[in-house]
């Protein structure tokens, strides 16, 4: 297909999903696109950028928890078992989980093909010999996993609050289709965000170099490209806001001031401070978490957290 016909209109590589999600999207009030639409090359590279901001404290305070109980995780979980890590590996975390537990094999499970097999390749020179198997798939739903480990006990790996972007429904779902991935006999790690002071959680999502505003704008900029859109992005401004009923912080772009555009040719207006809700990240207190991974069908074991209780990691069995 020729960039010009796509250009011109006479032809789309969007993803049909994306087209879906956006345009249903925009035709219901309150306005809302779901989160997973971020990651696009430049959303990735933002994203990473937030994870060392200094107001973003879940990466760094997660990292520093793993690295302190990586070792007790690896003496509950014993010998010979294959982790399985739901999303590619992450750049720090996972080499952590994988030097203590020595793992017979190392399965990481993501949507993306690009990121699979990059931080696959990444983790199979890092640790030479171990056996890695990425596996392309939507872990939202149960997956087979490689006929390799087929017989191997496995301990799931979910790092980095992930759970929190989705509402509880959907996570008791994803919680379930995880423990029917992982089979009989199978253990969990999971990270969760905790529930603290509005005014650090509003920082952490809205920070001051404006990092956070370009990733939650720049979903914005990949509609113009990916579905001939023409909405003016300047006039959008980034809200972080705490709902405290809903334990949550929420991410909407506001319209600044009166707008019309069009997406795929399609008219939509909207006025001065009307918004699109775009992310839910979920904080979990410590009960809150237990009863989650019961509802999933995980029973937790330990679990640990850094001094200030920010957040915590989470070793659950099936
Ligand atoms: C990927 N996820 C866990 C992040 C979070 O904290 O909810 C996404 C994010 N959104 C804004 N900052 C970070």
Redesign the pocket.
């Known amino acids: 297909m020729l960039k010009q016909e796509i250009e011109d209109g006479q032809a789309s590589l969007a993803d049909p999903a994306f087209r879906q999600d956006v345009l249903r999207g925009f035709d219901m009030r309150p306005r809302a696109i779901p ?1 997973r639409w ?1 990651y696009d090359r430049a959303g990735s590279e933002l ?1 990473e950028q ?1 994870t060392d901001l200094p107001e ?1 404290y ?1 990466t760094r305070t997660e990292t520093a928890i793993l690295r302190a109980c990586a070792p007790e995780i690896a003496a509950r979980a014993g010998e010979g078992r294959a982790v399985v890590e739901f999303g590619s590996g992450s750049s720090t975390k996972t080499p952590i989980l994988l030097q203590a537990v020595a793992p017979a094999a190392y399965v990481p499970i993501d949507i993306s093909g690009d990121f699979l097999r990059e931080s696959s390749a990444g983790l199979a020179s890092a640790f030479p010999g171990l056996d890695v198997l990425p596996v392309e798939a939507d872990f939202m739903h149960p997956i087979a996993l490689p006929m390799q480990v087929a017989a191997t006990p496995k301990l799931g790996f979910f790092p ?3 759970i ?2 989705m509402i509880p429904h959907s996570s008791v779902d994803l919680l379930r289709a995880m423990k029917e991935s992982l089979g009989e006999g199978a253990m969990l790690v999971i990270g969760m ?1 905790r529930i603290k002071d509005a005014a650090t959680l509003e920082a ?2 809205d920070d001051a170099q404006g990092v ?1 505003a370009a ?1 939650n704008l720049n979903l914005l900029t990949r509609i113009n490209r990916e579905l001939a859109g023409t909405i003016p992005v300047e006039r959008f401004r980034h809200r972080a806001i705490w709902n405290d009923d809903r334990a949550r ?1 929420e ?1 909407h772009l506001e319209a600044t001031e009166d707008v019309a555009f069009t997406i795929e040719g399609r008219p939509f207006e909207m006025t001065a401070g009307e918004t699109i809700h775009t ?1 839910n ?1 979920h904080k979990y207190g410590a009960r809150d978490a237990r009863i989650l991974l019961r509802a999933g069908g995980w029973t937790p074991i330990a679990e640990w957290t850094d001094p200030e209780g920010k957040f915590a990691v989470i070793l659950a069995e099936a």
């Open positions: 989160a971020f994203f937030i973003y879940p980095g609050s992930t929190g972007n965000d952490a999502y956070t990733f912080i991410m992310e990240s």
